[in-house]
């Protein structure tokens, strides 16, 4: 067995991590188990590590395991290195909101780790059974972590509503992925791709396509499959949540990045159409619906489905060109949107946790006058959320930069089209999020609200996690063409055989 324990390393460390926390859990007593977080906080730093020897060192540029199966190159690295940050930040962000409510400290992150390693796999994954053993593992431990607060029907409700229609997706998509396997006799991403191209006449290809993309979509969130969303992302703790919409959706991205761009490329007529849809419907219904939200959990979650959408649009560029080129730019914006969104929502997340500690609520009216009595969490609230707008000099700006240029490099009808709605969409989103803002700057205090100050919402951890989020949205805003050429590189690495 071609087994690279360097390329490995990742992975490895995060299992001896889901070990360690798991010998903590059982051996220290409940006033102790803090030292479950310690463990998971201080094992995702160490992982960490191996990927910087792998990026940096003398070894090859791709290393192939199980007969190409499991595969680290360049792409995984960077999205490897993105599952490890937001993994750690969320780690941080739990662990006064875990401490505080008396829940099980030990198996939460346990739990969370071991979706952490699943979105590892995902990311070196080269074929379906390796890549669908790496969703199920992100998407499995979120199921019991979704309602994590037993006594809270809210919560519970959460987790059923996500348990089942995850449960159902993750069927679509096994249908999807066996019937491609029945279909060109291979499970390798390689493999699909030189036989696809000789099934595009075939309805029963097309079938299988479209069902995989479908399981794909819950994932990710898109419209129609968008239904579990909202309500989980309410009803789940607050950290968690914050994970489901960036980690979860990020592994739900790298999946389709690697099934369109790698198994796929020769089928854009089948699932470049599908995803453009997804994407329109994606970005116009969350947009319109988060308008109407007053809980700001409520409106991050429809923000996150029309994030989902923006996200989905450089993959219509992609299909309407044969220009390696534009396909290229396509994925590299692709990756781009992913990493700087997965940055400004966490931070997003991270000021709702701590004005939620601040005011007791997450309603958008109880934080008016914030920045009064809490200045530094106002200052954080605007960077991020206006962020999340595409306001300059903030990453998100740049983020919608590279979406705009890849769909619009085509020149085509259909591309051109898709880019006008997403510009209509980017304006709608600017109304709910300069909502918040101007909640907090402009509005005045509530009477009879408790400005006392004897709660400081950013301590420990939690500020630490903003501050790492912060100081990414500021410095890939103000330097975001430093880093255009790693993502061309990656797109390269993407794209490879297209």
């Known amino acids: 067995m071609d087994l690279d324990y360097h390329a490995l390393a990742p992975e490895l460390v995060v299992a001896a991590t889901i070990l360690v926390v798991l010998g903590l859990d059982v051996a220290l007593p409940r006033p102790r188990k803090y030292w479950t977080a310690f463990a998971g906080v201080l094992g995702l730093a160490l992982a960490a590590v191996p990927l910087l020897t792998l990026a940096f060192g003398d070894g090859p540029e791709t290393r192939s395991m199980l007969g190409g199966a499991y595969v680290v190159d360049g792409f995984a690295l960077v999205l490897k290195a993105v599952f490890i940050v937001g993994g750690y930040l969320v780690l941080l962000m739990s662990v006064s909101y875990i401490e505080s409510d008396r829940y099980y400290q030990g198996e939460y992150y346990l739990l969370m780790l071991t979706s952490i390693l699943g979105s590892l796999v995902m990311a070196s994954s080269r074929d379906l059974i390796t890549l669908f053993v790496g969703l199920e593992l992100v998407t499995g431990p979120l199921f019991l972590l979704a309602g994590w607060r037993k006594g809270d029907a809210k919560s519970n409700e959460a987790s059923l509503k996500f348990f089942i229609l995850g449960v159902l997706s993750t069927a679509i998509l096994l249908y999807g992925m066996s019937f491609l396997y029945g279909l060109t006799g291979s499970v390798t991403f390689e493999g699909i791709r030189e036989a696809g191209a000789d099934l595009l006449d075939s309805g029963a290809f097309r079938l299988a396509v479209l069902f995989t993309l479908v399981g794909f979509g819950f994932k990710v969130t898109a419209v129609p499959f968008h239904f579990w969303a909202p309500d989980t992302y309410e009803g789940a703790p607050t950290p968690v949540t914050a994970y489901l919409s960036v980690g979860s959706k990020a592994a739900g ?246």
């Open 253 to 498: 991205f790298v999946g389709l990045l690697l099934l369109c761009y790698k198994a796929l490329p020769s089928v854009t007529e089948i699932w470049g159409p599908a995803l453009w849809v997804l994407a329109a419907l994606s970005m116009t219904l969350g947009n319109l619906t988060a308008l109407r939200q007053d809980n700001v959990v409520r409106m991050l979650a429809y923000s996150s489905i029309a994030q989902g959408g923006f996200i989905l649009v450089p993959f219509a560029a992609a299909a309407v060109s044969n220009d390696p080129a534009v396909i290229q730019e396509a994925a590299s914006a692709t990756i781009v949107y992913v990493i700087i969104y997965a940055f400004m929502n966490l931070g997003a997340f991270g000021v709702v946790i701590a004005g939620a500690r601040r005011t007791g609520s997450t309603m958008i009216d109880d934080w008016a006058g914030m920045w009064r009595y809490a200045p530094r969490l106002a200052v954080l609230g605007a960077m991020f959320f206006f962020s999340l707008a595409g306001i300059p000099p903030l990453a998100g700006w740049y983020a919608k930069f590279a979406m705009f240029l890849a769909i619009l490099r085509p020149g085509n009808a259909w591309a051109t089209a898709l880019a006008v709605i997403a510009a209509v969409n980017a304006v709608i989103a600017l109304v709910y999020y300069a909502r918040i803002g101007k909640t907090m700057w402009m509005d005045h205090v509530p009477e009879g609200a408790d400005t006392a100050g004897t709660v400081n919402p950013l301590t420990g951890s939690l500020a630490l996690a903003l501050g790492i989020s912060a100081l990414f949205v500021v410095v890939a805003g103000i330097l975001p063409f430093e880093f255009a050429g790693v993502f061309a590189d990656l797109a390269k690495v993407v794209t490879t055989g297209i």
